[in-house]
């Protein structure tokens, strides 16, 4: 019996990696990029322009980035939404193949770009998903931190959906500092 329960104690932390650490701000606790990223000889006024230039692409129809001025600062926020498609694994096969589910949401996010001369700030936030027909999004840490997976199928989807997110904010940023480092403020990856 002993033995046994080492097997099923091994197994289930080898299969279960741990996740990656999503970054959380320690107030809202709510998923939160943010960097500072230097563009050494760019003006303010670049800058300004190559964030217009992202944004107008990114930004949601309904909801077009809004540009305000702080102290020495320019602020560009803006909505966005991207598809968001994951798919996992089900128990079994069908015709001899293993069986999938694919799930199709929307991913919601929010972005806040501090422009000064020679750096921009940007904080990336408010992640939620919506279904196709749902009226609302959830917000991202109710599935990432309050859903508890009942069996195998649900860890795997909860995996899956969490993997998929960090690809689609990885591309995000990426994106985003690739736009914000090219004087059109258009970015070459996809």
């Not at 996740?19 to 107030?27: A, G, I, Q, S, W």
């Not at 806040?112 to 750096?119: A, K, V, Y």
């Not at 408010?126 to 917000?139: C, G, M, N, R, V």
């Amino acid at each position: 019996m002993k033995l046994l329960l080492c097997f099923v104690c091994l197994a289930s932390v080898a299969r279960g990696q741990a996740p990656v650490p999503l970054p959380l701000d320690p107030v809202t606790h709510r998923i939160h990029y943010q960097a500072v990223v230097p563009v050494a000889g760019v003006s303010q006024p670049d800058l300004l322009t190559r964030a217009c230039g992202w944004a107008t692409g990114a930004a949601s129809p309904t909801t077009p980035p809004v540009i305000t001025h702080e102290q020495d600062t320019d602020v560009l926020a803006m909505s966005g939404t991207l598809p968001f498609i994951y798919t996992y694994s089900l128990a079994g096969t069908a015709n001899g193949l293993p069986r999938t589910r694919t799930n199709r949401l929307v991913l919601h996010y929010t972005v806040r770009l501090h422009l000064r001369e020679g750096h921009y700030l940007y904080q990336v936030t408010d992640f939620a998903f919506a279904w196709p027909a749902a009226a609302t999004p959830e917000p991202a840490e109710s599935e990432f931190f309050e859903m508890r997976a009942l069996n195998e199928e649900a860890a795997r989807s909860l995996t899956a959906e969490r993997t998929r997110f960090q690809q689609a904010t990885a591309t995000l940023l990426t994106q985003l500092q690739d736009a914000m480092s090219n004087p059109n403020g258009q970015s070459a990856v996809r």
